[in-house]
């Protein structure tokens, strides 16, 4: 397995990274992404909620069945915690259900290991997560109690960026499926406290930041900013087939290598250097899983 210096996509195919503002949903982007390229094959890489703002990663074309093989993590959040009060939602924009006075900054720093390292985190009862078959923010908005299961997930870090009075800013570096309210939350309980989360910025996904990103106004105006989809896979292998290899493979036939190294996920090239898609590699036999074209 090696890597090849030049792969093409065809125009159709794009990575596309946006700085999502306020207000704009996750489908607003991918909306407007789909729109400026003109395909409704558009689809993201983690969600974000309407009121939090940065990055986020969309491919479209046929390069959305490669949505699932792109390095999402770490994830890089720039979290705004307000003490003093928990709210339904976790966050700013829910109703206030519990007050109590702020901590010190020494209670807090206190705190952080334990939300630090491989954690069962139960989520937001104004999540995605279903119940019974339901969403659970459908449930919550309907004035029905939910009870969640923790999840397993997992914390790498916290940077403390600022601290005033009844708030912190921090930097938090997480894994995929970590909510940073919830993380809000769990603070303002462990320091006898209250907390929600009243701003985030989601900086970095994987390999990308959002310094790379397109801004909103300028999606709106038209420019995408389109990238050769195969930058959201760059951390992945490659296999170059041979021109025999790359008709079978064309076809969803496997191809047997001289090799007994295996992988998940290859991104597999022709002779030439173009793309034919993704595979997976196992004892020796390549297994294409999403073929281009």
């Not at 030049?6 to 982007?29: E, Y």
């Not at 923790?150 to 870090?157: F, N």
């Not at 038209?222 to 087939?241: K, M, N, S, Y």
Request: proline share 6%; glycine share 10%; charged share 20%.
């Amino acid at each position: 397995m090696g890597r090849q210096a030049t792969m093409r996509a065809t125009s159709t195919d794009a990575l596309v990274l946006v700085d999502k503002p306020a207000g704009v949903t996750s489908f607003d982007v991918v909306r407007q992404v789909g729109r400026v390229l003109g395909t409704r094959r558009v689809g993201h890489a983690g969600t974000l909620d309407p009121f939090a703002t940065g990055l986020l990663v969309v491919m479209s074309g046929v390069a959305t069945r490669c949505i699932r093989f792109v390095s999402t993590e770490p994830k890089v959040y720039l979290a705004t915690i307000s003490f003093g009060s928990e709210r339904d939602t976790d966050d700013v924009t829910g109703q206030v259900t519990r007050e109590a006075p702020p901590p010190t900054r020494e209670a807090v720093m206190a705190a952080l290991p334990q939300l630090t390292g491989v954690l069962d985190q139960v989520p937001p009862a104004y999540s995605a997560k279903k119940v019974d078959g339901q969403r659970a923010y459908a449930l919550a908005r309907g004035g029905s109690a939910v009870t969640l299961e923790p999840s397993r997930v997992t914390v790498h870090q916290w940077e403390e960026v600022a601290w005033s009075e009844g708030q912190l800013v921090a930097r938090v570096t997480c894994g995929t499926g970590t909510y940073i309210r919830a993380l809000a939350r769990d603070l303002g309980r462990l320091t006898g406290s209250a907390a929600h989360l009243s701003t985030l910025r989601r900086e970095r996904s994987g390999p990308f930041h959002v310094d790379e990103a397109t801004p909103w106004e300028m999606l709106r105006q038209g420019e995408a900013g389109a990238r050769d989809p195969l930058d959201a896979l760059r951390e992945l292998p490659v296999v170059t087939l041979e021109p025999a290899e790359a008709v079978r493979a064309r076809h969803g036939a496997t191809v047997g290598r001289p090799t007994s190294q295996n992988a998940p996920a290859v991104v597999l090239c022709g002779p030439d250097g173009e793309w034919l898609g993704i595979a997976r590699v196992s004892s020796g036999v390549v297994y294409p899983v999403v073929i281009h074209g």
